[in-house]
C-alpha cells in the first residue's frame, strides 16, 4: 500500500485553503503535516482540524515544517516566495495557483523548475485540463477555423476574461505556432470591421452566482465545434489540486501543467 502523502499547504485560511481541508479531514491518501497562514491571519496558532486527536495548528511561516512530499499553494505573490525559498531550499515539489505575480517572481518561478518539479494552473479543474487538451488538437487540426471564447463568473468577479479562458486562448494559440499577444481580440464594438484571420476572439458574461462556464468554439463555413465545461461547485479545484500533488511526488525537476496528470494518471 502506498504510504500517505506528506502535504503541506500555503494559504490554509483562504478560500482554497478551505476547500482543501475540508476534502482532507477523510482522504487517507493524504496526511497534512504543516499549514501556513499570513502573519496577519486570525488563524494563526488556531487547531487545524476539529477533531481532539489531530494536534496540527496554522503556522506563520515554513520554519519548523516537517519533512514534506508536496506543497500546495493558495496564498499570494508574497506568501508564495516564501513557499518557494521553502521548496528550493528543501528540494521539495510545489503545485500553486497562485496569481497576481510580479516579472520577478515569474522569473523565480521559471528559473526554479531547474531543481524542483512544479506544477502551476490557472484552473485546478481536470475537466477544464481535458477542455484546455481538445481545444489544442482542434486548434491545429483545424487552422482555418476562427476561435472565439466566450465565458461567464458570477457578479463579484474583477477580472475579465478570466485567467482561464486566457490559458485556453494561450492554449489555441500555441497549437497554431502563434502567441495570443499577436492573436487576441478582446472587445468589439462600433463598426470594427471584418474579422481578422487568425485571430482568438473573447466575450465576458458576469452575473449572479455562476462558479464558472467557459466555451470555446471552433467555427467553420457551414458547420461549428464547441468544447464547453461547466462548473457547479467550487470543490472541483481543491480535487484537482490534491490530484495534482499525488502525481508530482517524486517527479523530476521541470514546468508541468494538469494536462500532463489527465495524459498520465496514477
Avoid at 42 to 62: E, I, K, M, N
Avoid at 169 to 181: I, K, N
Wanted: charged content about 20%; overall charge neutral; aromatic content about 4%.
Amino acid at each position: 500500500m502506498t504510504q500517505s502523502l506528506r502535504l503541506g499547504i500555503s494559504g490554509a485560511s483562504g478560500r482554497m485553503g478551505a476547500a482543501l481541508r475540508g476534502l482532507l479531514e477523510s482522504d487517507k491518501r493524504f496526511e497534512l503535516v504543516h499549514a501556513v497562514v499570513s502573519s496577519r491571519s486570525a488563524h494563526a496558532g488556531q487547531a487545524v482540524f476539529p477533531d481532539a486527536t489531530r494536534s496540527l495548528r496554522y503556522a506563520q511561516d515554513w520554519a519548523n515544517a516537517p519533512t514534506l512530499d508536496v506543497v500546495i499553494d493558495f496564498s499570494g505573490p508574497q506568501g508564495l516566495s516564501a513557499t518557494l525559498d521553502y521548496c528550493l531550499a528543501t528540494g521539495t515539489p510545489l503545485v500553486t495557483g497562485t496569481t497576481g505575480m510580479d516579472s520577478s517572481l515569474e522569473a523565480r518561478l521559471r528559473k526554479s523548475t531547474q531543481s524542483i518539479a512544479l506544477l502551476r494552473a490557472a484552473n485546478f479543474s481536470l475537466g477544464v485540463a481535458v477542455l484546455t487538451h481538445l481545444l489544442r488538437e482542434a486548434a491545429a487540426s483545424l487552422p482555418a477555423w476562427d476561435i472565439e471564447i466566450v465565458e461567464a463568473h458570477h457578479s463579484r468577479k474583477q477580472d475579465a476574461p478570466s485567467g482561464t479562458a486566457l490559458a485556453l486562448g494561450h492554449a489555441a494559440a500555441a497549437s497554431r505556432e502563434t502567441t495570443l499577444d499577436a492573436a487576441a481580440v478582446y472587445s468589439r464594438e462600433g463598426r470594427t470591421g471584418e474579422r481578422v484571420d487568425g485571430s482568438i476572439g473573447f466575450a465576458v458574461v458576469r452575473g449572479g452566482d455562476i462558479v464558472g462556464e467557459h466555451t470555446a468554439m471552433v467555427i467553420g463555413q457551414g458547420e461549428r465545434l464547441e468544447l464547453s465545461h461547466r462548473a457547479t461547485e467550487r470543490s472541483i479545484f481543491a480535487r484537482g489540486a490534491l490530484q495534482a500533488a499525488l502525481w508530482l511526488r517524486g517527479r523530476a525537476a521541470g514546468l508541468w501543467r494538469l494536462e500532463d496528470v489527465i495524459a498520465t494518471p496514477r
